[in-house]
């Protein structure tokens, strides 16, 4: 199954996007702001990746994993409802990893997604288990940082 996520411009609040499945499914996608692809701080640079289910024991149930990904490990697609920049106080779920939801708007005061564990059973459920090949873009009005 192919997918792509096509990334709206970084904000310190995170990375906002829509996820799109090939058969048209879509849902919304949040991601670490820009921080040069430095671990734990960053979202992924764009690009195309291979993504296989595991079983994660951190978050004890089934994920999508990316693989090979440029100087980083462990990138995992998963549910959670902020992705700001923690350094400046803000709120994140991740540590480099893309959520999903069906919703955006404020959550606690911070902007983010929610319903998201039904966005990642959705995901798990339309995909069958099978692995993804997942095309991260950057938006089109662009962002310098993101290029």
């Not at 609040?13 to 430095?38: A, K, Y």
């Not at 999903?100 to 902007?111: C, D, K, M």
């Amino acid at each position: 199954m192919r997918a792509t996520l096509r990334r709206e411009a970084s904000t310190d609040l995170g990375t906002f996007g829509r996820f799109t499945l090939e058969d048209g499914w879509t849902c919304h996608s949040l991601e670490l702001p820009w921080r040069d692809n430095r671990a734990r701080r960053s979202c992924i640079p764009a690009g195309s990746y291979r993504a296989a289910l595991s079983f994660s024991p951190k978050f004890e149930r089934p994920m999508y994993e990316l693989a090979a990904v440029p100087d980083r490990s462990q990138i995992l697609i998963h549910a959670g409802n902020h992705a700001g920049d923690v350094t400046l106080g803000l709120k994140s779920d991740v540590e480099g990893c893309i959520l999903l939801g069906l919703t955006r708007g404020s959550i606690g005061g911070q902007l983010g997604i929610g319903e998201s564990r039904a966005a990642i059973a959705r995901l798990i459920d339309l995909c069958q288990g099978q692995p993804l090949t997942l095309k991260i873009e950057e938006a089109t009005h662009g962002n310098p940082a993101l290029s």
